[in-house]
C-alpha cells in the first residue's frame, strides 16, 4: 500500500519498488516548466471523423467519451514555457487517450508545436507513449509517420535540439518515426519500447524471447537509446543536455563544479551527437 500523497510526491513513482506508474501532459507540464507555468498551444483544426468509422461504436462517440474523461482534444497537447530558465516547447503525446494512438490531430499538432518551436528558436522536447497509429483513422494515420518526420528535418535544418523522452510504452507507427528521431533519446525505467508488441513477435518466431526484451534497459544495453533516466531527475537532466547543446554556460553547484558533466559523459558515448 502507498499513501496516494506520497505516490503524488513522487511523481507516480513506487517508493518501494521504483515502478514508474503512467502519467498525463498535465503533471508532465507542471514537473518539467519552472513552477509549473506555461501557456498551451492551440491544436490545429482537423476533420474528426474523415472514414466515418465505426465498430462497436462510432469514432466520433469514442472521441468524445475520451475527451470527457481526459479533458484533452486529443492525445497531443504541447506547450511553451522556461525549463530552468531557459525557452522551451514541450509536446506530451499521452497513452490515457486512446492509448496515445497517432492520428491527424497528433500528427497536426506535433507539426504546428514544431514549426512554434522554429519560429521562436526554441529546443523540442517530445515526451511520448503510444501504442502507435490510430486504426479509425486508416491510410491518413498512416501518413503522419512521414509528415511528422519532416518536421523534425525543420527542428535539425534550424539547429535546435530535439530530444525525445520514451516512457511506457512507445510502439507501433510511432516508434517507427519521430519517436526514435531525437538528438537525445531518453527512457524512463522499465518502459516497454518497439514495434510489435513482445507476445506478437512469440507467436511468429515461435521462440522465447531474451528476458527484459524490448525494455528501456535492454535498449540501452544494444545501443538503441542514449540513457535512462528516473522520472525525478529528469527534469535537471534535460537541463544539462540543452544547456549543452545550445552552448549555454553551465549552472555552478554550490561547490562551483561543473553540473553537466554527467550529460556531456552520456552525449560522449552516442556517436551521432
Known amino acids: 500500500m502507498i499513501f496516494h500523497r506520497d505516490l503524488v510526491a513522487s511523481q ?18 507542471a514537473s518539467l516548466f519552472d513552477n509549473g507555468v506555461h501557456e498551451r498551444l492551440p491544436a490545429p483544426d482537423v476533420p474528426q471523423d474523415p472514414l466515418r468509422f465505426r465498430d462497436d461504436k462510432r469514432y466520433l462517440d469514442r472521441l468524445k467519451e475520451y475527451r470527457g474523461k481526459t479533458a484533452q482534444a486529443d492525445a497531443l497537447m504541447a506547450a511553451r514555457g522556461t525549463l530552468e530558465g531557459m525557452p522551451v ?3 506530451v503525446q499521452s497513452f490515457d487517450f ?10 497536426a499538432g506535433l507539426v504546428a508545436a514544431m514549426r512554434t518551436a522554429v519560429a521562436e528558436r526554441r529546443p523540442f522536447i517530445l515526451i511520448v507513449s503510444s501504442g502507435g497509429a490510430r486504426m479509425q483513422e486508416g491510410i491518413l494515420s498512416l501518413m503522419q509517420m512521414p509528415r511528422t518526420t519532416v518536421g523534425v528535418d525543420m527542428l535539425n535544418e534550424a539547429g535546435l535540439p530535439y530530444i525525445v523522452v520514451l516512457t511506457d510504452p512507445t510502439t507501433g507507427g510511432v ?11 531518453i527512457a524512463e525505467p522499465g518502459a516497454l519500447i518497439g514495434f510489435s508488441g513482445p507476445r506478437v513477435i512469440e507467436q511468429t518466431i515461435r521462440e522465447r524471447l531474451p528476458d527484459g526484451f524490448q525494455r528501456a534497459e535492454y535498449l540501452l544495453e544494444h545501443g538503441m537509446i542514449d540513457m535512462i533516466v528516473h522520472r525525478n531527475q529528469l527534469k535537471e ?18 561547490n562551483g563544479h561543473d553540473t553537466d558533466a554527467g550529460a556531456a559523459s552520456a552525449l560522449s558515448h552516442n556517436p551521432q551527437s
Open 12 to 29: 507516480n513513482v513506487c517508493p518501494q519498488c521504483g515502478h514508474h506508474m503512467r502519467i498525463g501532459a498535465k503533471e508532465r507540464f
Open 89 to 91: 516547447i514541450l509536446a
Open 98 to 107: 486512446m492509448g496515445g494512438s497517432l492520428g491527424l490531430a497528433t500528427g
Open 175 to 185: 516508434s517507427a518515426s519521430y519517436a526514435m528521431l531525437g538528438d537525445v533519446q
Open 237 to 254: 537532466t534535460l537541463a544539462r543536455l540543452l544547456r549543452l547543446l545550445m552552448k549555454q554556460p553551465a549552472r555552478p553547484r554550490g
